[in-house]
């Protein structure tokens, strides 16, 4: 493995730079990982691709780190290039500092009353102005018209950054009207949706966000699911699930209250946010999240209504199976099922079984696994473990 070495020149000590693929020093726009410029999005401290976002500006350690593309470093590293790979490389210099060499200046902090300029800057500008003197139809208006650019990834990202606190304050303020709220939660709604980088900007500014999300819920649900109310309260727990990081992040009282509002499209919603507390990429027990087993008894009772819904669909039935059937294998014996569930549980299992023997469609592996799945469990997580192998053995004759 060959490596090129050098250093930042010290004349360069109050620059940044960003590096190319080549050894030169050079503002090139291409990356050195290959990935097309046009593939990132760049702003004022961060980079973020489809995956991950990372700092603009190289945080150097006394080791060797990965140049990420795009980044810019200050004078006064080390740095390295695999001249096989093409990977740069940087550290602090190992090199003592000299005394009259300038130091880099401190970064500014931005100031979230004066957010930069973007492309929507003026809109929002106008959207203050309008705020100061509660012109809400115009603000409605211009809202509506930058909503359908939050729903693209990267201008979705700028907004949120941008804009989070008018945002905010657009939908918790007791002087918005339902219109400006609905328009806002939807904007909100679409620049979180998909979108990691947006999520972890406001984990990471706001943290008791999510919080704030149920106490609107909290004051929504105190009169009847009648009309924009049932809307709004849909686009709240559209924000709350992209926003949940953690089982701590959700409100299950709220949430067993909402099953109970009386709107069906809400407890469906509502079963599908709290479905994140049994999710099985969660390895916590959940023993250790709720206080007892009474406590988790109620979401057995709903999950198990919510499955026989005439009106639930494949997609939400696998969501709450898959929930029933890790709280299931958490207390065993310390949650129950009625018989009403059982019946169903042994009427699905039986259509699921002669759809896996049907040979006549296309299959569809990731339904035959859930199916294989919901048969299984049928005796072995919800019934009698014995009578599976006993049934296994009937079917193998």
């Not at 290959?34 to 991950?52: M, T, W």
């Not at 700092?55 to 780190?65: G, L, S, T, V």
């Not at 990267?154 to 939908?171: A, N, P, Q, R």
């Amino acid at each position: 493995m060959r490596w090129i070495t050098f250093c930042i020149a010290g004349a360069l000590a109050n620059e940044l730079i960003t590096l190319s693929p080549t050894t030169e020093l050079t503002n090139s726009v291409e990356t050195s990982s290959g990935e097309p410029k046009d593939q990132l999005y760049i702003g004022d401290d961060i980079i973020c691709n489809q995956d991950e976002c990372y700092p603009k500006i190289f945080e150097a350690q006394e080791y060797w780190q990965e140049i990420r593309p795009e980044q810019q470093i200050t004078a006064g590293l080390d740095v390295r290039m695999n001249l096989e790979t093409g990977l740069r490389e940087a550290k602090l210099s190992s090199k003592p500092a000299r005394e009259n060499q300038p130091k880099e200046p401190a970064k500014k902090v931005p100031d979230e009353n004066e957010p930069s300029s973007y492309e929507f800057s003026q809109d929002f500008a106008k959207i203050r102005e309008l705020l100061a003197v509660q012109d809400y139809t115009a603000i409605d208006t211009l809202l509506d018209d930058l909503l359908e650019f939050s729903h693209d990834f990267k201008h979705g990202y700028k907004i949120l950054t941008h804009e989070f606190g008018l945002l905010k304050s657009l939908i918790m303020a007791e002087s918005s009207p339902m219109s400006t709220k609905l328009l806002t939660s939807a904007m909100f709604t679409a620049c979180l949706r998909n979108n990691p980088p947006s999520v972890s900007y406001v984990q990471a500014v706001d943290p008791a966000f999510t919080q704030e999300i149920f106490t609107e819920i909290t004051g929504l649900i105190t009169g009847p699911p009648k009309g924009q109310r049932v809307v709004l309260v849909k686009r709240y727990l559209s924000i709350v699930q992209a926003m949940a990081n953690e089982p701590s992040d959700l409100d299950e009282s709220i949430l067993l209250r909402l099953c109970h509002w009386g709107d069906a499209q809400i407890k469906r919603r509502a079963l599908e946010t709290a479905a994140l507390l049994f999710h099985s990429n969660n390895a916590q027990s959940l023993q250790k999240m709720s206080q007892s087993a009474h406590e988790i008894q109620k979401w057995v009772d709903e999950f198990s209504l919510g499955l026989q819904d005439e009106d639930v669909d494949e997609l939400h039935i696998r969501n709450f199976f898959n929930s029933l059937h890790r709280i299931k294998e958490d207390y065993t014996k310390d949650v129950k099922l009625d018989s009403t569930f059982l019946n169903w549980l042994g009427k699905e299992a039986t259509h699921r079984q002669q759809r896996l023997k049907n040979g006549l469609q296309e299959r569809d592996l990731e339904q035959d696994e859930f199916d294989q799945k919901l048969i299984d469990s049928r005796h072995l997580v919800f019934g009698n473990p014995m009578a599976h192998r006993i049934k296994r053995f009937d079917d193998e004759l």
